[in-house]
């Protein structure tokens, strides 16, 4: 089972930018999926996260600019980013809880991250 998150890059303040996290290989179920970010210098945190059935978390200082969403069709989140700012720069890590067959135990798996930077 792997993760792959894709879509980072450089982007000017006040720009967008949408992450994809693509999930591959045997999965039965993906209970949770989210996105931690870490900046230079920082620790790692965490920015959103959403359930197999839609339930959301999303970080306080960043509601109203990012959005979290899934498509279980094809084991793929997204995290939608508006209105960037500077401070937004960071490498964005996609992690999931998934389950290859049905009576495996829950299991956390982390994809390699992409850097997102945000500046003029």
């Known amino acids: 089972v792997q993760l792959q998150a894709s879509g980072g890059g450089l982007v000017q303040p006040g720009g967008s930018l949408r992450l994809s996290c693509a999930a591959s290989g045997s999965i039965f179920n993906i209970n949770v999926m989210a996105w931690y970010r870490q900046a230079p210098g920082k620790q790692r945190e965490l920015v959103a996260a959403i359930t197999s059935d839609g339930s959301t978390n999303l970080a306080d200082s960043l509601k109203g600019r990012f959005t979290i969403s899934r498509d279980n069709a094809k084991n793929t989140g997204y995290l939608q980013m508006n209105s960037l700012k500077p401070e937004d720069t960071a490498v964005y890590y996609c992690?999931?809880?998934?389950?290859?067959?049905?009576?495996?135990?829950?299991?956390?798996?982390w994809g390699r991250g992409t850097l997102v930077t945000v500046s003029s």
């Open positions: 992690n999931a809880v998934m389950q290859q067959f049905s009576t495996s135990t829950p299991t956390w798996y």
